[in-house]
């Protein structure tokens, strides 16, 4: 009864913590030793009780070794591949009445703390992760299976839950697939953790009615390129404008702008290496721009060396004379650029210019889709890109009405 008390003492502790306020070192490090402990004291209830050797053991799947541990409980066997999976599953069996609520939501916060972690060691974006927790608000937070338990929650109260949400035509296929997807991580992660029946990923919606959205006018036109660059130049925050005429002669993600620094330029070569890219980062808690050793996709071929037009030769070369000693190729007040600011300055120079008004990250479909009309093949334009593959390529590639079809009908 005494470890039974402590457990439930522990558990009691970690609702002091909500999601939410996982942001700094010493908060994780304290519920790591909290749930360190937790497992121990399951772990020394369960084998008080549980005479079975619990054994690890080796076969193959699918040609590769795979480790598992085995135990017998009540004439079953129990195979996971995690120690800790099995002490779980036989504290399950032994102390029904204590065993904590295995729910969605349950997961859903153990997931978040973890992927919170990896925005601070900047191996996610914390971007990202404002977007799930709005996914969650609205969507999920008051449906009503999150709090069931997983083995009563099933596949079609899924696709029910998918089609009331679309009832009414107010959801994009993109912002359904959002959705989806924030319960696919957390089921991956359910997974991970050996909870069986975890999966929903095979819950279809293909045959929901979403809202129709036409992309191909949102993206800027030769005409619209050409007035913003013009109007850049009487930008009063002069980098931004640089920033973004640049912007405009590559084919790149706002985040590998603010990440260049002069040893990724050869002007001798007129080149530019791509290969980093700047993210936010929790640091002590404040969010900071940090400049990591990878672009978006997280794989070798985002990285690429491109070539200079004369206009961006230009304007880097220009720049480079006025501030050959700064960490980065833009900077503004002794700090990278942020996003926010990007977007606000691009916004004001439509205004002026009388541009319909687009994120920065549609410059990059501009790029995209002028290479297209280029006649450039699409893997050059997959290589130019920094795409990991082809499908995500055609997606950037959009059509005016001013692209005439030919039809050869003879």
Known sequence: MELLSQLKNIRQCLTLFPSES??????????????????????????????????????????????????????????????????????????????????????????????????????????????????????????GFIKKTIEKVTPPEIKAFYAQITSDYNLSRKELNNVKSLLNLVSDYMSGQGIKNASFRSVSTRDLMCRDVCTHNKVYTDEDRKKIIAESYNEKNSVYGEAIRLHFNLCCRIGEIKALNWSDIDFDHRTLYIHAEMVEKAVEGKIQAVRVEHTKSKKESGNRLVELNDAAYKLLKSRYQKHPFDKYVFMYDGKPLTTDEYNKVLKRICKRAKVRYFSSHKIRFWSVTKMAENHMTMEEIKRAAGHSDIKMTEHYIRHSKSSVVKMNLD
């Open 22 to 143: 996982y942001n700094r070192d010493y908060e994780l490090a304290i519920i790591q030793k909290m749930k360190e402990k937790e497992f121990k004291l399951k772990e020394k209830l369960v084998l008080n009780i549980h005479k079975n050797r619990i054994s690890a053991s080796t076969k193959q799947k699918n040609g590769k070794p795979y480790d598992y541990f085995l135990t017998w409980c009540n004439g079953k066997s129990i195979r996971c591949a995690k120690y800790e999976s099995v002490i779980e599953k036989l504290f399950d069996i032994y102390f029904p009445g204590e065993s904590e609520k295995k729910t969605i939501e349950k997961y859903y916060n153990e997931w978040r703390k973890t992927y919170e972690l990896k925005t601070e060691q900047g191996h996610r974006s914390i971007g990202s992760l404002r977007r799930y927790d709005a996914i969650w608000h609205k969507y999920y937070k008051n449906a």
